[in-house]
């Protein structure tokens, strides 16, 4: 007799449910402390997955098969016995798990702002990050999750908890004549990636060398720099939903990528936890020098010598010079994207300030470079005692030490506001705001 789905099943001697929707994909609800699920979801793609189906179809020894009936009342019961603890001073279970009181942000952010999270922690693995994901949940506790800090502007302490990304790893998933598919953990250093990936002559990522940050924070923003973004080498990334526990899997589709932009900056806001991120790349890549000074930087080679290494080194160069080390002076980068204006809103600009700096995209659009309005809007170099405008690199807000958010929030706004009122462009901030009222 066919098998109508979805079919229903527990876990013998455990609490454990399952659904199964078909051949191909199974949904697994673990109990997890107080009225809390972990919700995986399985896909049929691999083998470990595709014997774990069937073997929950087939209700075989260790499963049980369960009518709809009965598998509502399991779910209900459980559910029905939820109860909320506060967040507060944490228990001796909960500190040696890893969690931490009162840590002060500034060690963890590039900006060095003091601001400090009520509770912390770092979690190495995917059953990490559901732990503290049901931690915060059962409390109701507000949930920041961090990855270098390198794109974020404090605003005020974290009334809530931290969830620092910590999962390390390289793994490669296929290799197929040049083509070089890799997976690595959303804990790892996104340079030492990049570097990883050149020793070992896997080409692609070569211009997006000396980025800050870690790798799951990549797709955030679709990272991008000297003509290439990480979408050009994006294969796919893993996440897991911050409400459910349950693990999927983006392709570049779902993940939206645009300008400074993914899904994960705008609808699907908050809701995962991105734990590892695959690359496709390949050890013939074309060199990408077109952009900015890299072939200045490369002159004294013989072009025909040029390798992606020499890039690389060229580009880590250039951004040494151009841009603050965060480790000598607090900034997160750009703070502001360049904005992109229709052909016709351009023209007009650039009728009135010929020299404007752009950038003309394949999609018809201008790219204005923000960090030259700013410049002749004559905030370059600025100063406000504790923080200011960067001297050589106006798109970049700098914290000389003892700053808050809100002051460098105020200035940033100041820009806007100015920029606006001199040119009509709205300035939007890269960077991400993280507790503002
Ligand atoms: C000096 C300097 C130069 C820079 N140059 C560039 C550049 O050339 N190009 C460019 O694109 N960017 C640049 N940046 C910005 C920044 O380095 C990147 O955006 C980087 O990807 C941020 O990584 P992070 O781990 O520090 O993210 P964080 O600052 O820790 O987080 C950024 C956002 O992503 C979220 N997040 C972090 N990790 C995860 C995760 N695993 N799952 C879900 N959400 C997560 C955070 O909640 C936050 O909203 C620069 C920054 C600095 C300081």
Redesign the pocket.
Known sequence: MPLKYPLYRALAGSETLYRVDGLRHLMEWQPLGIGRWLVHEHYADLYPSQVLIQAVIQAQEGYVALTEEEWDVRLEQRTASTQRPSIGLLAEDEIAQGFQECVDLADW??FGLSAHASHWITARNDDEVRSALAWSNERDAAL?????????LLHSDWNGLALH?GIRGFRVLKEEENRVDVVVG?GEN?HHWVMVALENGWHGLENLAL????V???P??N???YGVELKDRFLWLE?IEVQSGALKRFDGAACAFGY?ESV?KSSEKGE????RVAFALDREAPLQTSYGAIQQELKDLPESSWTHLDVAKAIMRIRSTK??D?KELG????FFKNPVLPAADFERLQNAHPQVAHYPQSDGGIKVAAGWLIEQAGWKGLHRGTHGVHENQALVLVHYGGATGAEIWQLAQDIMNDVHAKYGIHLEPEV?Q?GRN
């Open positions: 952010t590039t920041l999750v961090m990855g270098g800090g390198s794109n974020m990304v959303a996104w980025i800050p940050g870690q799951g924070a990549s955030m923003q990272i991008g720099a996440a400074r994960f995962w936890v991105i734990v841009l603050p965060p900034n997160a980068g750009s991400n993280i």
